[in-house]
């Protein structure tokens, strides 16, 4: 009995305490399993967030780097005709400035593209030059050369680019002080395309004209690029350099014919100065007449992605190509932006030395660019390329927008905006005939620093064509004069400054028939116009553009300088009835040009007052105050948003960048 009662004391757990414990078990499990959750989920979002904000840094960081080497400092677009001595130093307007909005409604199908220069220390010191691919082009040595020979033939060679970034080994690398640099959105990807420009290295021993120039000569002279050159690989797969397509054309030396030849782009195109039609040819280079036409970046068929065809009276000379077709509604197509990295390397891609597969010119819209296999943003025919990647930024983009700042809406707008009659209102839209290949109806809005002899449809004429828009401080519109904005003989002009003290004083607010607005207003012209805009001496059709019914021929040519000067009344009066006695404008800002002689204001024509118009009587016309009218873009804003591969956090970043070097103008 005692040892069964010793045997029962023994018992194992009950089933309520077995049930107890297994609860416990397994709350103790989820609790730890939430633990480690929750802090495996904050590690993720940790991650997800420090992911996302070196993105963002290294937009910032690249594209703040690359706006700060712009080459284009003063971003005043250049006015038809516009001399080298304007009151706007060229030597601050090297090279472009390219933004384009597209649809201003589209946060996905903006443009940023300008030249750089690593050099310009203003704002960054880092004098970094640009990298890019280059192989060595084929250099024919005499046999039995040894490697130490064939070493110093590379270096004795400035024509090849391989050469460029000084290296003593060939090492499939290049670099320039200068470049492209191009910003676009394609699907959900950022692109930074960079194009470098020759920069040959002299080397001793070597003329000058081929150790400088930009086209890589062999010995002898010969082009390699050209149909009788050593040269037969994918030019942008081999070359990370800005270049355009020569066409077959005349010789202009020997009557016969051209090659096609893909034309490298040096430094030198960054410059704007040029001189007017005819371009006289010195030396014996059959394409030099074509060349030094285009010897420059301002003229826009030598920038990349730039149809680079020209021809007389055609439309298609010198625009972009941005869209893969002209109607929305075709199946594929897309917003093209510019060509990548990856369809460029493509072995049927070839332009701008090699036949393009699809024939012609990819530039052209007549050449057809489809995306609908399948649907990735990549142009059918070129995916694959061997330098897929090389030129993408941020992946999984979903807004990449350009804005400008707009001086007369107070705000960052895209250029062709509709909100307020702004600098870049589509209503001041200078030249809708420039615009991207491609694009759907009445997108023209973009802004370009232009070039002061671009004659884009090449009729001889660049005053039609105009920058696509060049701001303000006065716009030729409205009053004064019974056909203003022009200076017209016999009209009343005033100022709401009777004084003449520059300020706005109590009771002047609201005369003179201005608004009470606070602000001290003006009568704003410019002189007369020389209407003889083909220089042949005839009133043309079209020309009479003040709309008097005459053929005027002002004291000033102020066309041609783009309305960079306007003049203000500083006090009323009423101009002489005779465009004879028009004022003797200035083109000094800040010089009074003076129409009343009444200089002590007593009502007689006193002794040495009559100066003006010696006619005997006291005459009181309005003086004016020259003023320099032009404004530069000033800043832009840049906003990307993308979001994380894995988590979706979603991250913007939104850039505000000036544009000014200075505040003095312009």
């Known amino acids: 009995?005692?040892?069964?009662?010793?045997?029962?004391?023994?018992?194992?757990?009950?089933?309520?305490?077995?049930?107890?414990?297994?609860?416990?078990?397994?709350?103790?499990?989820?609790?730890?399993?939430?633990?480690?959750?929750?802090?495996?989920?904050?590690?993720?979002?940790?991650?997800?967030?420090?992911?996302?904000?070196?993105?963002?840094?290294?937009?910032?960081?690249?594209?703040?780097?690359?706006?700060?080497?712009?080459?284009?400092?003063?971003?005043?677009?250049?006015?038809?005709?516009?001399?080298?001595?304007?009151?706007?130093?060229?030597?601050?307007?090297?090279?472009?400035?390219?933004?384009?909005?597209?649809?201003?409604g589209d946060s996905s199908d903006d443009v940023l593209q300008f030249t750089v220069m690593s050099t310009v220390s203003l704002r960054n010191a880092d004098e970094s030059p640009y990298y890019g691919k280059a192989v060595q082009l084929?250099?024919?040595?005499?046999?039995?050369?040894?490697?130490?020979?064939?070493?110093?033939?590379?270096?004795?060679?400035?024509?090849?680019?391989?050469?460029?970034?000084?290296?003593?080994?060939?090492?499939?690398?290049?670099?320039?002080?200068?470049?492209?640099?191009?910003?676009f959105m394609r699907g959900s990807r950022l692109y930074r395309r960079v194009m470098l420009l020759r920069d040959p290295i002299p080397a001793p021993g070597v003329p000058s004209d081929l150790s400088n120039d930009p086209q890589p000569k062999s010995a002898t002279g010969a082009d390699y690029f050209s149909a009788v050159g050593g040269y037969s690989g994918n030019f942008w797969s081999d070359f990370d350099f800005s270049a355009y397509r020569l066409p077959t054309g005349i010789n202009v030396v020997t009557g016969g014919t051209t090659p096609i030849s893909a034309r490298f782009v040096g430094l030198d195109f960054l410059g704007n100065a040029m001189a007017t039609p005819p371009y006289p040819m010195t030396t014996g280079d059959p394409n030099e007449a074509i060349e030094t036409y285009f010897y420059s970046l301002g003229q826009t068929w030598n920038r990349f992605g730039f149809n680079s065809e020209f021809a007389l009276n055609s439309p298609l000379n010198g625009l972009p190509r941005e869209f893969s077709g002209t109607n929305p509604a075709t199946t594929g197509f897309f917003f093209l932006g510019r060509f990548s990295q990856e369809e460029t390397s493509s072995s049927a891609f070839q332009y701008p030395y090699g036949a393009w597969s699809n024939g012609g010119n990819p530039l052209n819209t007549s050449n057809a660019l489809v995306d609908t296999t399948p649907a990735d943003g990549v142009v059918d025919g070129y995916a694959g390329g061997a330098r897929a990647g090389v030129d993408l930024l941020l992946s999984n983009v979903h807004e990449f927008r350009v804005e400008l700042w707009d001086e007369r809406v107070g705000d960052f707008v895209p250029a062709g905006h509709t909100t307020g009659v702004g600098d870049f209102h589509s209503a001041r839209q200078l030249n809708p005939d420039y615009h991207p290949l491609g694009r759907p109806a009445s997108l023209t809005n973009i802004f370009d620093t232009w070039h002061p002899h671009f004659d884009r449809n090449l009729d001889n004429n660049q005053f039609n064509d105009p920058p696509p828009y060049r701001p303000l401080n006065y716009y030729p519109t409205g009053t004064p004069g019974p056909n203003a904005p022009y200076w017209t003989a016999g009209s009343s002009y005033s100022t709401e400054d009777a004084n003449g003290n520059g300020v706005l004083d109590g009771s002047e607010d609201g005369t003179n028939g201005f608004p009470s607005d606070g602000l001290l207003n003006a009568n704003v012209v410019f002189p007369f116009l020389d209407e003889d805009a083909n220089g042949n001496s005839i009133a043309d059709a079209g020309e009479d553009t003040n709309g008097n019914g005459a053929f005027d021929r002002g004291t000033m040519i102020i066309r041609p300088l783009g309305h960079s000067l306007a003049y203000r009344c500083i006090r009323s009066g009423t101009s002489n009835g005779s465009l004879a006695n028009e004022p003797q404008w200035t083109t000094t800002p800040g010089v009074i040009v003076r129409g009343n002689e009444d200089l002590n204001s007593n009502g007689i024509l006193d002794a040495g007052e009559d100066v003006i118009i010696p006619n005997g009587a006291l005459d009181t016309g309005p003086d004016w105050i020259c003023e320099y009218n032009a404004r530069p873009l000033k800043a832009i804003r840049l906003t990307v948003r993308f979001e994380h591969p894995t988590s979706q956090q979603m991250k913007q970043v939104t850039i505000v960048h000036s544009l000014r070097d200075t505040t003095a103008v312009p």
Do not use: C, H
């Not at 712009?70 to 677009?77: G, I």
């Not at 250049?78 to 472009?96: D, I, K």
């Open 1 to 104: 009995m005692n040892r069964s009662r010793t045997i029962r004391s023994r018992a194992g757990f009950t089933l309520v305490e077995m049930l107890m414990a297994v609860t416990l078990v397994l709350i103790m499990m989820v609790m730890f399993a939430e633990v480690f959750q929750i802090a495996g989920g904050a590690v993720t979002k940790q991650r997800t967030l420090a992911d996302n904000d070196q993105n963002a840094r290294t937009f910032a960081t690249i594209m703040r780097a690359d706006l700060d080497k712009r080459t284009f400092r003063t971003l005043l677009p250049f006015y038809p005709g516009e001399p080298t001595n304007s009151a706007t130093s060229f030597n601050n307007r090297r090279g472009y400035f390219y933004i384009s909005s597209n649809n201003p």
């Open 138 to 183: 084929p250099q024919p040595t005499p046999p039995g050369w040894n490697t130490t020979q064939q070493f110093y033939n590379f270096l004795q060679n400035p024509n090849q680019p391989e050469r460029d970034d000084g290296q003593v080994i060939p090492n499939g690398a290049a670099t320039s002080r200068a470049a492209e640099v191009s910003y």
